[in-house]
């Protein structure tokens, strides 16, 4: 098992939001329980660098279960495949070019426009002279171009003034030290769709629906609002006509993007209730109880076991 422990790398002067994309404990006890369940052994490897002194080590594994994050740059996720490859071991989920082209909201959005999958027109802004190139209609909505878990996603965010873009971009690229990606924004509900397989096996698993509750920080599924989910946030299974399209529309965009073995696509509707692409997470979160993905997994009658057991099978099909 590889991934990187959340506790690790607050020890090491990480903030909680900086943090905020790697795993707790208990998330990878419920996996490795899981994988116990299923009749598989384990061995918890960790980041990066405890797998690189491992394979320098001579240790070898049937199988990997992959769900390290990294740290730095835009092919952070892809740096436990892309090594796991070059010693020919097989692992789950995405490969090397899918997890930096996801990981990148611009260019992910890039295939699914030319795929013509419905996405909000965007502009990506890697410095303040590029705000002049963005010639959208307001109001926009602005996040960091390669974040996750909604990082840097707070009620600044949706822009509203010529002025607000000219404050909101410059601050954004200092504080995450990346490009924006800017967009029209989408006044419609917003969902995320959950899936399991590849190809022509791929399925959706449903569609859930999120709403702000009051105390929410408006506008946005931010990193607040994603924090304090308990208290500020409703989920509802949806399987009315546009939630049946937001599932068409995950599924087309999974497949575009080349996307393996599970995880998450997240959709917003604009105001004719069309579901449009933001953005895909093939490295969804696993925890058992808090984490979008098994969520929905636990509403449509999926066990979390076999949640994991579906995802395995998945990638073990692929090497068969």
């Known amino acids: 098992m590889t991934y990187d422990l959340k506790?690790?790398?607050?020890?090491?002067?990480?903030?909680?939001?900086?943090?905020?994309?790697?795993?707790?404990?208990d998330t990878i006890e419920a996996i490795e329980g899981s994988l116990r369940e299923l009749g598989h052994e384990t061995d918890r490897i960790g980041h990066v660098k405890s797998l690189v002194g491992r394979l320098a080590r001579g240790d070898r594994w049937d199988f990997v279960f992959n769900i390290a994050e990294g740290v730095a740059g835009f092919g952070r996720e892809a740096q436990v495949p892309a090594l796991l490859e070059a010693y020919d071991i097989p692992y789950t989920f995405s490969d090397p070019l899918v997890l930096t082209l996801t990981l990148h909201k611009g260019m992910?959005?890039?295939?699914?426009?030319?795929?013509g999958i419905p996405t909000a027109p965007f502009v990506v802004v890697g410095e303040p002279g590029d705000i002049a190139k963005v010639n959208l209609p307001f109001p926009l909505f602005a996040k960091p171009v390669a974040e996750g878990t909604?990082?840097?996603?707070?009620?600044?965010?949706r822009i509203e003034t010529a002025e607000e873009l000219r404050d909101v971009c410059p601050q954004?690229?200092?504080e995450h030290r990346q490009p924006v990606l800017v967009e029209t924004f989408l006044p419609g509900r917003e969902f995320t769709v959950g899936i399991v397989g590849n190809g022509k096996d791929a399925r959706a698993l449903g569609t859930l629906e999120v709403f702000l509750k009051g105390g929410a920080e408006p506008g946005a599924y931010s990193y607040h609002n994603k924090k304090e989910y308990?208290?500020?946030?409703?989920?509802?299974?949806?399987?009315d006509g546009e939630a049946l399209r937001a599932m068409d529309t995950a599924l087309a965009s999974w497949k575009?993007?080349?996307?393996?073995?599970?995880?998450?696509?997240?959709?917003?509707?604009?105001g004719r209730e069309v579901p449009h692409f933001v953005e895909v997470n093939p490295l969804a979160g696993l925890h058992p109880v808090h984490s979008d993905l098994c969520i929905l997994a636990q509403r449509v009658g999926i066990s979390y076991k076999d949640l994991i057991g579906g995802i395995l099978a998945a990638a073990l099909a692929r090497y068969r």
């Open 7 to 25: 506790s690790d790398y607050v020890a090491l002067g990480m903030s909680d939001e900086e943090a905020a994309e790697f795993d707790r404990e």
């Open 108 to 115: 992910a959005k890039h295939v699914i426009r030319d795929s």
């Open 150 to 157: 909604g990082k840097g996603i707070s009620a600044r965010s």
């Open 172 to 174: 954004m690229i200092r």
């Open 230 to 239: 308990e208290t500020v946030v409703e989920y509802r299974l949806a399987g």
């Open 256 to 270: 575009a993007l080349g996307c393996r073995d599970g995880g998450r696509v997240d959709l917003r509707s604009d």
